[in-house]
Each structure stands twice: as C-alpha cells, then as structure tokens.
C-alpha cells in the first residue's frame, strides 16, 4: 500500500476497463517524481464480470472503503463511468475530498446509451434483461441488468431538480470532442451546474471516449495540483485554478 504522503491520489477507471488502462498508467508516470504524491490504482472487489452484476453504488461503497482507512483527504481521479461515484463522494463526503480530475466523465446519460454497446443493444436488454459489456484493451467485461442500469441513472448526480451541484473543492474535466458514447455536451453542462468556484472544462480536440492524456491536458493536471497544494497549507488559502 506505501506510506502514504501530503497528497493522496486514487484512480478510479471505467466500466469495462482495469488498473491497467491507459489513464492509469499514464497517470502513475506523470506523479512519479512527485515526492509529496502517494498515487493508487483502485481495485474494486468486484471491477467486472460476466459471471456477477454489475453495481455502480458497489463501486461507490468500495472507494468510500478506501478513503475511510485514513484521517486524510483524497484527491480522487476518475475515468468515465466511475466519474459516477466519484462525483457522489465529493458531494456528499466533502470532509474527505480535496480536488477531482475527471476524464470523459459517464453522466447525463439515458437508458440508450445501451446502444453504444452495439446498434440494437437495447432492444435486446429488454427482452432478455441482461446484456454483457464488452472489456476494452486490458480491461474486464461486465455484466449489466436493466435494474442495474436504472440504478446508475437515477442516483447520477446530474439526474436531480437541484439547478447547482453541491461540490466544492477544485475540479478539472477534460473531455473528447468527437466522443460518441457521452457527448461532450454533457460535461460541459455537468461543469456548468458545478458549484465550485475553482474549475476548469477542457475540450480535447479530434479525440473520442478513449484518449491519451497529452502534455497540455497534463499541464493543466498540474495546475490542479498546485491549486490543491496551496488550499493544503494553511498559510496559503483561496488559490484559483
């Protein structure tokens, strides 16, 4: 587990992916040489299976796990559709949250993103009441349920009548323009109703749902960072992302 340092980052990946996808790993390469950095690739106890449903309030209550075996704050990092549970942490656990960075993040969605799957999908997940999800490269298959799916809708943060998001701490969303399996219109009205006045909405122009993280999306991480840094230190207060 390591000893954990000033600043505690937990990576949290996607449906359909593993502690091995490319955020991750590019993510551990760019805090390698930041001493004050402790940086985890999160494993859930369930991170997908044909053989088991899969739960996405699971996924939250595994994080929670995690970030509750210590007195210090996290700074939570998270890709797609675990930018869900993420996004519920930050809220509702505000004590435990210092900042998040979140990539191509699963929200606003309806019950057709099925369909992304493959065409028909939902039609499918209809009649049979399960569909499985495909892994991507170095990543886990899922099992999904229409229960399961209306479960992720309506407990997404996004789904309620509050006009602003009670999130508070410094946030980065960095989005591909040409994804189409979560428009990049959702985030940026997900940043819209975010309530922190310390946040940046980035555009990744000529990229999809799947994406590297490039220099300038690293440069303004570490921007973020050093935002983080300065609202740690109790010296240093109302820094501006």
Not at 86 to 93: F, P
Not at 213 to 239: C, F, H, S, W, Y
Request: with cysteine.
């Amino acid at each position: 587990m390591g000893i954990l340092k000033k600043l505690n980052v937990l990576y949290c990946h996607g449906l359909g992916s593993s502690i091995n996808c490319r955020h991750a790993t590019q993510l551990q390469a760019f805090f390698e040489k930041q001493e004050d950095v402790y940086f985890e690739r999160f494993l859930y106890k369930n991170p997908g299976s044909y053989d088991y449903v899969w739960n996405v309030n699971e996924w939250r209550r595994d994080i929670e796990e995690r970030i509750d075996t210590t007195n210090d704050k996290w700074i939570l990092m998270a890709t797609s559709g675990a930018c869900h549970p993420a996004l519920n942490i930050a809220k509702h656990r505000k004590e435990k949250i210092s900042g998040l960075f979140l990539m191509c993040p699963g929200t606003g969605l309806d019950m057709n993103f099925v369909d992304t799957i493959q065409p028909g999908a939902l039609n499918y997940l209809m009649k049979k009441g399960f569909i499985k999800y495909p892994p991507s490269k170095h990543g886990h298959p899922a099992l999904l349920s229409i229960d399961c799916l209306k479960e992720f809708l309506n407990t997404d943060i996004c789904n309620n009548s509050e006009q602003a998001i009670d999130i508070t701490c410094p946030v980065l969303t960095v989005h591909g323009v040409e994804d189409n399996i979560v428009s990049v219109e959702n985030s940026e009205r997900l940043m819209q109703r975010i309530a922190s006045k310390c946040k940046e909405f980035h555009r990744i122009p000529g990229v999809d749902h799947y994406f590297d993280l490039d220099d300038q999306v690293l440069t303004k991480l570490g921007r973020l960072m050093d935002v983080i840094r300065e609202n740690e230190l109790p010296e240093k207060i109302g820094a501006k992302l």
